[in-house]
C-alpha cells in the first residue's frame, strides 16, 4: 500500500511563503511522476504543479514564478515551495502519485489519472 503523509501548511498573510512537504512510503517518487493538485470549498480539484516524464516540472498559469516544485530521492520526498502567497491559493493542498505520468498532457491536469492522493493540508492566506 502507499502512503503519502503530507505537512507545512497553515495560515499566512498575502505575500507570505509556505513550504508543503510529502514523504512517501510503499512507493519510490522517482519512478514515475509526482504533482500536487489543490481544491478550495466547492470547486474542483485543480492541477498546481507536477513533474513530466523527463522530470521537467510544469506549472498551472496562477502560480507560475511563484511556486516551486521539488523533490529528495533519498529521502523520498516532493516539496512545494510556494512564495508571494495570494487569498486565491487558499484550498487543501494535495500531493499526487502519477505512476506513469498521465496526470499533465499538453498544459492541462487530468485529475482522474491520479493513482493515489495524500490526505491534504490545508493553506489558508489572509488579506
Known sequence: QIQLVESGGGSVQSGGSLRLSCTASGYTISSGCMAWFRQAPKMR????????????????DSVKGRFTISQDN????????????????????????DRYC????????????VDVWGQGTQVTVSL
Open 45 to 60: 480539484r485543480e492541477g498546481v504543479a507536477s513533474f513530466d516524464a523527463k522530470g521537467i516540472p510544469n506549472y498551472a
Open 74 to 97: 533519498p529521502k523520498n520526498t516532493l516539496y512545494l515551495q510556494m512564495n508571494s502567497l495570494r487569498p486565491e491559493d487558499t484550498a487543501m493542498y494535495y500531493c499526487a502519485v
Open 102 to 113: 498521465l496526470a499533465y498532457s499538453g498544459g492541462w491536469y487530468y485529475p482522474q489519472r
